[in-house]
Structure formats: C-alpha cells, structure tokens
C-alpha cells in the first residue's frame, strides 16, 4: 500500500505562486507514474500534469502548460507540482495520485488509470 499526503496549499493572490509536495509511505513511488488532478465542488475531478517514474517525461493541461511544473524526487519519495502567475481558475482541490506498473518513460492522463490517491490540498486564488 501507498498512502500519498499533499500539502502546500493555500490562500494566494493572482499572479502568485505555490508549490504543492505530495509525500509519499509505505513503499517507494520511485517505480511508479505520479499525476496532479484538481477538482472544484460540482465539477468532475480533472488532470492537470503527470510525470513518469523515470522524471524525463512530463505532460500538462492546456490550461496549466507554461504555469505549472512537475518534478519528483525520488530520494525523498517526493512529487511536486510547482504553481506560477496562478489564476483564480486555478483554485480546487488538488490531488495526487501514483501509478505503479508503469512503463519506464510513460505519462498517464486518465485518472482512472491511477492506483493510489492523496487526500488533496486547497488552493485558493484571489483576484
């Protein structure tokens, strides 16, 4: 079992930046596909970057590409989702989720794919 904690969240202003981390126990993420969703109350969960188990793949959203990075450190059993000139369309609740049996360099959208979820952070942006 995996268990994945989210943290960094918070209240930003637009134009602002966060980095959230997602730590991971029980059994190393090293060898697994990482992935950030995010979800607003009454709209469905939707993917916002992923990274595969080797860091040298990433993919974005549209909505993110250009404002949003994802690196991992395995050492720490670390993923990160570093957030820049954040918008007030940005603000969710943001989820990590792991993914083990993974091809080595491959990314992974659909969050039905994923095995494993955090508990999610709150991002808030004021406009």
């Known amino acids: 079992q995996v268990q994945l904690v989210e943290s960094g969240g918070g209240l930003v202003q637009a134009g602002g930046s966060l980095r959230l981390s997602c730590a991971a126990s029980?059994?190393?993420?090293?060898?697994?596909?990482m992935g950030w969703f995010r979800q607003v109350p009454g709209k469905e969960r939707e993917f916002v970057a992923a990274?595969?188990?080797?860091?040298?793949?990433?993919y974005y959203a549209d909505s993110v590409k250009g404002r949003f990075t994802i690196s991992r450190d395995n050492a720490k059993n670390t993923v990160y989702l570093q957030m820049n000139s954040l918008k007030p369309e940005d603000a969710a609740v943001y989820y990590c989720?792991?993914?083990?049996?993974?091809?080595?360099?491959?990314?992974?959208?659909?969050?039905?794919?994923?095995?494993?979820w955090g508990q999610g952070t709150q991002v808030t942006v004021s406009s």
């Open positions: 990274i595969s188990m080797s860091g040298s793949s990433t």
């Open positions: 029980g059994r190393t993420v090293s060898r697994a596909a």
């Open positions: 989720a792991a993914k083990g049996s993974v091809s080595y360099n491959r990314v992974y959208e659909s969050q039905g794919l994923y095995d494993y």
